[in-house]
T-cell receptor, first 118, second 115 residues
Framework: AQTVTQSQPEMSVQEAETVTLSCTYD???????LFWYKQPPSRQMILVIR??????QNATENRFSVNFQKAAKSFSLKISDSQLGDAAMYFC???????????????FGKGTHLIIQP | DTEVTQTPKHLVMGMTNKKSLKCEQH?????MYWYKQKAKKPPELMFV???????INESVPSRFSPECPNSSLLNLHLHALQPEDSALYLC??????????????FGPGTRLTVL
């Protein structure tokens, strides 16, 4: 079974600065997918960024980028130019591509609560 | 329309009640999911439906009974719940297949309180 670990229960950053959220995972699979989801107080889970394990290039979505280190099984999220609207719980998630049913659930880390200081 | 809707937003029920949660999507997705999220915890997978058939049941107690009557609708029937079942219940949907772009779209959840 896969596990996802987020070692930072809470992080705080000044508005307009950069913050990095950590995520490590454990798996015996060679191919897999990794995601960062954001859950603001409104509770709606929103996909922030995704990464395929066999792609070495780090994914980027506007102010969000990842540092994917496959050998180290590390998948950190960097948020540049932090904005007040970035305040939320951030979950790192893993999904296996090897599902007999063609659909598989996500395995989530425990989450990091991100606070943006104005 | 890239929205997953869930009703009701809030539900309070007694341990002897029977209630249902509803989830709907019109994105043509053929995979739908129920997750349970306790306060300050990550979501935990409960059920997966693929093409309206139950494909994954994560050993969920029988007091939770899922149903997928058509490709757009997913229900979760609740009966004889316990106070520890109080949680946020999230529904999600995705295209069938496990490619990285088959992302799961989540609904806003139903906040369930069992008295």
């Amino acid at each position: 079974a896969q596990t996802v670990t987020q070692s930072q229960p809470e992080m705080s950053v000044q508005e307009a600065e950069t913050v990095t959220l950590s995520c490590t995972y454990d798996t015996s699979e060679s191919d897999y997918y990794l995601f960062w989801y954001k859950q603001p107080p409104s509770r709606q889970m929103i996909l922030v960024i995704r990464q395929e394990a066999y792609k070495q290039q780090n994914a980027t979505e506007n102010r969000f980028s990842v540092n994917f280190q496959k050998a180290a099984k590390s998948f950190s999220l960097k948020i540049s130019d932090s904005q007040l609207g970035d305040a939320a719980m951030y979950f790192c998630a893993y999904r296996s591509p090897y599902s007999g049913g063609g659909a598989d659930g996500l395995t989530f880390g425990k989450g990091t609560h991100l606070i943006i200081q104005p | 329309d890239t929205e997953v809707t869930q009703t009701p937003k809030h539900l309070v029920m007694g341990m002897t009640n029977k209630k249902s949660l509803k989830c709907e999507q019109h994105m043509g997705h053929r995979a739908m999911y129920w997750y349970k999220q306790k306060a300050k915890k990550p979501p935990e997978l409960m059920f997966v439906y693929s093409y309206e058939k139950l494909s994954i049941n994560e050993s969920v107690p029988s007091r939770f009974s899922p149903e997928c009557p058509n490709s757009s609708l997913l229900n979760l029937h609740l009966h004889a719940l316990q106070p520890e079942d109080s949680a946020l219940y999230l529904c999600a949907s995705s295209s069938y297949g496990t490619g990285v772009y088959n992302e799961q779209f989540f609904g806003p959840g139903t906040r369930l309180t069992v008295l």
